[in-house]
């Protein structure tokens, strides 16, 4: 898993801070970097919108308003992502129900194993 993630530029949209850092580190000692981040759905499609990412990390619930605005731009500009979700995986819409999705919080590992399951492709 190590070599398919090392190197990759990554979003993570994620509104709590401390999840935040502790991604960035998990992300970091995979050997991928954090590019951009941002704490709300506006702040995100505006990234998507001007920047690239290999791959996403996109939390469901973004200070009680819905990613799945993001999670449509993502697919969009065929930038793969896993949900992150302190909630009921189930809550994502239908149409993502076949997305990664880690459970916070989550392990290094559990998120090494979701990487993984995305087809990355350095850019």
Known sequence: ???????????VVEDEM???LM???MLADLGCEVTASAARVQQA??????QSFDA???DMNLSGETSEAVAQALV???TPFIFCT???VLDAAPEFHDHPCLRKPFSYEELADKLGELHLQPH
């Open 1 to 11: 898993m190590d070599k398919i993630a090392k190197g990759l530029r990554f979003l």
């Open 18 to 20: 401390m999840v935040l």
């Open 23 to 25: 991604i960035e580190d």
């Open 45 to 50: 499609l505006e990234l998507i919108a001007t």
């Open 56 to 58: 996403a990390l996109l």
């Open 76 to 78: 969009a500009h065929g």
């Open 86 to 88: 302190g909630g009921d």
